[in-house]
């Protein structure tokens, strides 16, 4: 009987352990993040905030595991991929990369406030290694690790887990223009692990997503702002000819990797222990916060 007790609390904290790590996440690694950029010693920022992701997703995945005592292999599903899901996902997000250059872009075009600021050098490669490689990596060990293993254990049905896994994952990357776009992707992530059940889908299809972002980054290929804003529409109805022509190719590799990965039939489980009280005053706080963040920035 006590052991039913403790299963049951356990099973009603769990979900408040992910929103108070997701809480820590995002309230307080900005500031530790300004502090190491002041204190950079001639480091490039790229390198700095790929360490400081590394450090910051480890941590709390880490005390999910060590409070919830699960092994890894379980929460972070590590199953393999397989040659075909990794071909249909690789056509996913090629497919997936100019619709989202196009957001973020297109905003910035029509007067958006502009918060990408120019290269402090052209080093794309350094910025496909940290940002395209190194942070996607460890950031979808967290958000489709513990955050969205969490939700699937308390009985959150898909569509719910990856409304709240997209909008975590955009409140993280702050910006009302970044929660946009990295929301969309976002849920694109959440459904190649829903399909595939393994890790391994949502990183590669964020390492294809954030490295492409750089390469085609037209920062990387101007002088100047000035010269930005210049080639910024040319940019947009290149990004937009490619969307319609890749599209297709998006909906094909959508429909074959459903196709490739039969869903087991799931039994219902009850989702009352999943949202407590003490979860949404947790999250109507992160809400206020990013909104604050976004009109003091």
């Given at each position: 009987m006590n052991e039913n007790n403790t299963s049951n609390k356990m099973a009603t904290i769990r979900p408040n352990i992910v929103m108070l790590l997701f809480f820590l996440f995002v309230v307080i690694a900005p500031t530790f993040f300004t502090s190491w950029l002041d204190n950079r010693g001639g480091v490039h920022d790229l390198i700095i905030h790929a360490v400081f992701i590394v450090e910051l997703v480890t941590i709390p995945v880490l005390l999910y595991l060590l409070i919830t005592r699960q092994k890894p292999k379980s929460v972070l599903s590590l199953s393999s991929l397989g040659l075909e899901n990794g071909l249909y996902i690789t056509g996913l997000s090629l497919a997936t990369v100019p619709i989202i250059s196009l957001l973020i872009y297109g905003s910035i075009s029509f007067g958006g406030r502009n918060y990408i600021e120019m290269p402090t050098f052209h080093t794309i490669w350094l910025g496909i290694i940290t940002g395209g490689i190194i942070i996607a990596t460890f950031e979808e060990l967290f958000f489709r690790g513990p955050v969205f293993h969490e939700y699937r254990r308390q009985g959150v049905s898909f569509w719910k887990i990856a409304l709240?896994?997209?909008?975590?994952?955009?409140?993280?990357?702050?910006?009302?223009?970044?929660?946009?776009?990295?929301?969309?992707?976002?849920?694109?992530?959440?459904?190649?692990?829903?399909?595939?059940?393994?890790?391994?889908?949502?990183?590669?299809?964020?390492?294809i997503g954030n490295t492409l972002g750089h390469v085609l980054n037209p920062m990387y290929y101007v002088d100047s702002y000035v010269d930005f804003r210049d080639v910024l529409p040319t940019y947009l109805i290149v990004m937009g000819v490619v969307a319609v022509i890749m599209l297709p190719v998006g909906i094909i590799c959508w429909k074959k990797l459903v196709a490739n990965n039969p869903k087991d039939e799931e039994k219902p489980v009850a989702e009352s222990k999943a949202f407590t009280v003490s979860y949404w005053v947790l999250f109507v706080i992160i809400i206020a916060l990013t909104i604050l963040r976004e009109v003091n920035s």
């Open positions: 709240i896994t997209s909008l975590f994952f955009g409140i993280a990357h702050s910006g009302i223009i970044q929660i946009s776009y990295t929301a969309v992707w976002a849920f694109i992530m959440a459904f190649v692990l829903y399909i595939t059940r393994s890790i391994w889908a949502p990183i590669l299809s964020h390492i």
